[in-house]
Structure formats: C-alpha cells, structure tokens
C-alpha cells in the first residue's frame, strides 16, 4: 500500500519579522532559522539622493539602516524562498 503526503504552504500564516526567525519550513517541513537577505528599496534611493545634496558624507547612511531595507527571508535546509517582510 502506498502512502502520500501533502505539504500545505500557507506563506499568509508566517510570520517574518526583520531578523532571522524560527519557523516550520513549508517546502522542506524542517524546524529552521531563516536566513535573511536585505535589499535596498525605493525610499533608500530617494532618502540617499536627498542626503546627497544635503549632507554629502551622510548620503550612504540609508544602506546601513534596516528600517530602510526590505528583509528577504530563505530555508538555509532547502534554499527556497519563504517571505518578505515589509515595513
Ligand atoms: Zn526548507
């Protein structure tokens, strides 16, 4: 008799913050802690433009701020995407 299993992925129910969180992977089912990758948004561009004009040596300051980066989170079990978290 063959037995099947089916993974529900209900990325709505995750709950991503701005650092590495612990969850249930729903692609590869393990217990993992996300890896977070950042990436600069539009308003980081904008506020180090801004900066730039007014304040030349502060203008990379935007870069180093998370608050003003978009946290991308992945399974380091399975490597795939899981969330975004945004602000
Ligand atoms: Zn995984």
């Known amino acids: 008799m063959r037995t099947q299993s089916v993974a529900y992925i ?14 249930h992977c729903p692609f590869c089912t393990e217990v993992i802690e996300t890896i977070v990758i950042t990436e600069p948004t539009k308003f980081t561009h904008i506020a180090a433009g801004i900066l730039c004009v007014v304040c030349f040596p502060c203008a990379w300051t935007p870069y180093f701020i998370d608050s003003c980066q978009r946290m ?15 602000k």
């Open 10 to 23: 209900a990325r709505a129910e995750l709950n991503l913050g701005r650092h590495s969180t612990r969850l």
């Open 72 to 86: 991308h989170h992945y399974c380091p079990k399975c490597q795939n995407y899981i969330g975004t978290y945004k």
